[in-house]
């Protein structure tokens, strides 16, 4: 399929581009298929057209590739694909980006196809079409031949040669890269093998602060677990909303006993911008609460991990460790980044709550 469509656009376009040359109009016909690709809803950046006009018959394995394809990105996923009560299908990504849209505009999700309400609870997995688009060949991204799904993550990886390569003196500083078949005589005029300890220091000398770096991080998590006022607390973050006109999600859980208080974790999305479903990236941020009257000072380092009872497939959170003194006048902290990707972001926005560990450590007072 993919191969037929790109031919079809690029004649498409070179067609409309003479046309308009030709006829002095700027270049509207190739920007005529636009609005096909950006719908009421939103879509993930990567939509592609479908191709409807199409002249010769077509493939057996392109057909049944169109039937097969996500209804909202239009792309054979590798993922896996979701279906409407009415069976329209959907690929996981697209199922929740839609999701999560809908859940921070307080609206019914729906299939936008057919309209009929759509939630993990009535929608089911399809693992008939899965397999059967394992089975359908795929094009290289690179080289553009044609292999089989289950060969090609190798191919792109291992085997290809035009993927993405580089110098295999890229740790001494050799900045090129290209075509691995490119490589064989790149290596014979690069220069950085010749090049002296003096030359190549500078670049080692970078390599080895950003690598101190993560070894002090990882140093004081170990530090902080070694201290005497460790808390461990397994969250569950739940949906709200505020009472606004435009009433706002956000997320808050319910009060926890930690190190002897009281407190409260609440987050919100894109730094509670306006309107984030118009948004593609996503970002959730966090602020620790402390619920309880204090007298004295509490000086707290703390840092959130992935959580035991929640999504198995849920990515591994590198932790990053804030400071924060806690006292009568000082009960909340700032909005603090949690470091996950938009696209995680948006999974754990479509599911119905967010579970996560929280380690509080109380340092010592001198
Ligand atoms: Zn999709
Ligand atoms: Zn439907
Ligand atoms: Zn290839
Ligand atoms: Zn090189």
Request: charged share 20%; proline share 5%.
């Given at each position: 399929m ?12 070179l067609?409309?581009?003479t ?7 700027p ?21 592609k057209c479908?191709?409807i006009?199409?002249?010769?018959p ?5 057909r049944?590739?169109?039937i ?20 329209h ?14 859940k ?8 936008p ?7 993990k ?16 060949p795929?094009?290289?991204h ?6 089989l ?12 040669p035009?993927?993405?390569?580089n ?12 075509s ?6 790149h290596?014979?005029v ?16 970078v390599q ?6 993560e ?18 607390s ?7 909303r505020t ?7 956000y ?28 948004t ?13 009257k ?7 380092k ?11 497939s849920t ?12 006292n ?12 996950i990707?938009?696209?995680?972001c ?19 007072r001198?």
């Amino acid at each position: 399929m993919a191969e037929a469509t790109i031919s079809n656009d690029v004649q498409q376009n070179l067609s409309s581009n003479t046309v308009s040359n030709v006829n002095e109009i700027p270049l509207l016909t190739t920007t005529d298929h636009v609005p096909l690709d950006s719908g009421d809803i939103n879509e993930p950046p990567t939509k592609k057209c479908k191709n409807i006009s199409t002249d010769k018959p077509r493939l057996l394995e392109e057909r049944i590739g169109s039937i097969l394809s996500c209804c909202i990105c239009l792309d054979l996923s590798t993922l896996a694909m979701f279906q409407c009560v009415n069976g329209h299908l959907m690929c996981a990504s697209c199922f929740n980006h839609l999701l999560a849209d809908c859940k921070l505009k307080d609206e019914q999700t729906t299939c936008p196809n057919c309209r009929c309400e759509i939630s993990k609870t009535n929608c089911t997995r399809n693992l008939a079409v899965e397999k059967t688009i394992s089975e359908l060949p795929i094009q290289c991204h690179h080289c553009f031949q044609i292999f089989l799904r289950s060969e090609i993550k190798l191919h792109q990886s291992e085997n290809c040669p035009d993927r993405p390569t580089n110098c295999d003196y890229s740790l001494l500083g050799c900045t090129w890269n290209g075509s691995f078949h490119k490589l064989a005589s790149h290596l014979i005029v690069c220069e950085y093998p010749t090049k002296t300890g003096l030359q190549l220091i500078n670049t080692i000398r970078v390599q080895k602060n950003s690598c101190d770096e993560e070894k002090k991080c990882l140093e004081t998590v170990v530090d902080l677990l070694s201290l005497n006022q460790i808390g461990v607390s397994d969250l569950i973050l739940k949906p709200f909303r505020t009472d606004d006109f435009v009433a706002k999600l956000y997320f808050e859980t319910s009060r926890f006993t930690a190190l002897q208080y009281q407190w409260q974790v609440r987050a919100r999305i894109n730094d509670n911008t306006p309107h984030p479903h118009t948004t593609v990236t996503r970002s959730l941020s966090y602020q620790l609460v402390l619920k309880s009257k204090i007298s004295q000072t509490i000086d707290l380092k703390f840092f959130i991990l992935k959580g035991p009872h929640g999504d198995p497939s849920t990515v591994q959170i590198q932790p990053i460790i804030y400071h924060f003194e806690f006292n009568q006048n000082n009960t909340e902290t700032e909005y603090l980044k949690l470091p996950i990707s938009s696209q995680e972001c948006n999974r754990i926005l479509s599911s119905s709550s967010i579970s996560f560990r929280l380690l509080m450590v109380q340092l010592d007072r001198p």
